[in-house]
């Protein structure tokens, strides 16, 4: 089979293949990893949830993590999560997300570059082909793609990739502060200043995305990098919460229950206000950041904290860049 029909296919033939992860490709390079602990291991405390809503027939979001036990993986890649929303009519946007999970992950735990940002642009790129090449040979599937937020615990890190209007949330002394930008007209035209976030709100345009997987035969993520400290909470959640509940209510929730309530009350709250849309929320909880040989409790701060192993000085804590533009 050529390059190219395996990209079209996912590598199996089937072109609505939705299958499960194959665990023996997904382990097939972890065994050049070399042998190596991690400095130090977040203790997280996480919850998915994920809902129809009360209008659409059919869930297009899909949530996914990988955690892997392994010393030597978690040093080189950390803990995996992610959530997805799918676009595209005739079922497709729940073809697109569910290509995408189970090509990022294996394609990101597999990779051999010992930069894990490098692994993960390249398992996105790897994503998107697949996704898109799928929507260019089946009529039905036009169109199709997929937003994409991924969150990987790295030692004391989290690096952050994001493409469409899905959103990453950081919770922590007190404050919730949205790490992502959308990639949303509306919201580029409120950061450019050509429309005040009211106007944003209103508009007709308000739901057109201006970057997704499977959009185009190249994809364009961000990548963000943020020191880990303990008792820093997460949200992971697709546009179908943050169009009904406000950062500040997000703010309460999670920092007043513990992950798997606070998902749980998330997704009642934006269905007891219209639930026009699939919902999806993934609740992290830093409980503690262990070290290595002692279990220790460590501080982690922005000012002190070393680099992650394997993170290049262009993603340091705080910075995001921009990447294919």
């Known amino acids: 089979m050529s390059d190219l029909a395996e990209a079209q296919t996912g590598g199996s033939g089937d072109l609505d293949s939705t299958a499960k992860f194959d665990r023996a490709e997904l382990v097939r390079g972890w065994r050049e990893y070399e042998a190596t602990s991690p400095r130090c291991v977040p203790l997280l ?5 994920t809902d129809m809503g009360q209008v659409r027939e ?10 892997p036990e392994d010393p030597a993986i978690l040093a080189l890649r950390g803990s995996f999560f992610a959530v997805a929303d799918g676009v595209g009519g005739a079922a497709a946007g729940q073809i697109a997300s569910e290509i995408l999970m189970k090509t990022l ?16 642009i390249e398992a996105i790129a790897r994503a998107n082909e697949k996704v898109y090449y799928l929507a260019q040979m089946i009529p039905e599937r036009n169109g199709m793609g997929s ?10 890190h989290v690096l952050i990739a994001q493409l469409g209007d899905s959103r990453a949330y950081l919770i ?7 790490v992502t930008l959308d990639h949303s007209y509306v919201e580029e035209m409120v950061r450019a200043g050509h429309m005040t976030p009211a106007e944003a709100e209103n508009s007709p345009y308000k739901n057109v995305i201006t970057r997704t997987i499977g959009a185009a035969s190249t994809a364009q993520p961000d990548l963000f990098v943020e020191t880990v400290r303990p008792g820093d909470l997460w949200i992971l959640c697709s546009d179908g919460l943050t169009g009904y ?8 929730i999670a920092q007043k229950h ?5 998902a749980r009350q998330c997704i009642e709250l934006a269905n007891a206000r219209g639930g026009r849309d699939n919902i999806t929320v993934f609740v992290i909880h830093v409980r503690d950041l262990l070290t290595n040989d002692k279990n220790e409790t ?11 192993s394997g993170i290049s000085e262009e993603a340091k804590p705080g910075r995001w860049k921009l990447f294919g533009k």
Do not use: C, W
């Open 45 to 49: 405390k996480y919850a998915p949830k």
């Open 58 to 67: 059919n869930n297009e979001d899909k949530f996914d993590y990988y955690e």
């Open 105 to 120: 992950i294996s394609g990101y735990y597999d990779h051999p570059s010992p930069q894990p940002e490098t692994a993960l």
């Open 147 to 156: 937003t994409l937020t991924a969150a990987v615990f790295i030692e004391d």
């Open 172 to 178: 922590r002394d007190d404050n919730i502060r949205q």
């Open 245 to 252: 509940v406000m950062d500040d209510e997000l703010l309460q």
């Open 258 to 262: 513990a992950p798997s309530e606070a």
């Open 298 to 308: 460590v501080a982690a701060s922005a000012e002190t904290s070393p680099s992650v």
